[in-house]
């Protein structure tokens, strides 16, 4: 796997978020308000995973493309993604602070990348993320992560009919 992204920049310390917090809102207790876990989001590295990592060595302007993804997935776009995954991503970020299980989808811009190779998801699992191609078959890494070799991921639909 070939790492992509890696934040280097200083973790903020809980301390620093809530005084922050009590300064800029006018509030005495600013982490019982739903969202201040949000503050705490940080991307966990990110690797180019399977077909990805050899489309990688054959076109250069392919990895500009996913520092993109990446910026879209930051701001809150995760592409093409069901409603279902969408609420889960906000959740996890703005509840929870993390990035860990969720997933945006992308095609390519560029018109010399995206005639060749499609669309790629990126995915975070526990404390990592992949990118991968969207045709790609992530069993074998589902069942390592899940620690279960029959665990099977399937798109996730809206529950609302």
């Known amino acids: 796997m070939k790492l992509i992204y890696h934040d ?6 809980y301390e620093e978020v809530y005084k922050d917090c009590q300064r800029g809102y006018g509030i005495k207790e600013p982490d019982k308000v739903h969202g201040f876990a949000g503050f705490f989001y940080r991307l966990s590295d990110i690797y180019a995973y399977g077909r990805l990592e050899k489309w990688l060595e054959n076109n250069d302007k392919m990895e500009e493309e996913l520092l993109k993804f990446i910026k879209r997935f930051y701001r809150g776009d995760y592409g093409f993604v069901t409603s279902l995954e969408h609420d889960n991503n906000v959740e996890n970020r703005w509840l929870c602070g993390t990035c860990s299980w969720t997933i945006g989808r992308y095609s390519f811009d560029d018109v ?3 005639n060749s190779y499609g669309g790629v998801v990126l995915e975070f699992l ?3 993320g992949l990118f991968y191609s969207i045709e790609e078959d992530m069993s074998e890494v ?10 099977r991921h399937a ?6 009919v």
């Open 126 to 128: 526990g404390d990592y």
């Open 112 to 114: 010399n990348v995206s």
């Open 142 to 151: 589902y069942a390592v992560e899940h620690k279960n070799p029959n665990f």
């Open 8 to 13: 280097d920049s200083r973790k903020r310390t």
């Open 155 to 160: 798109i996730g639909y809206n529950r609302f």
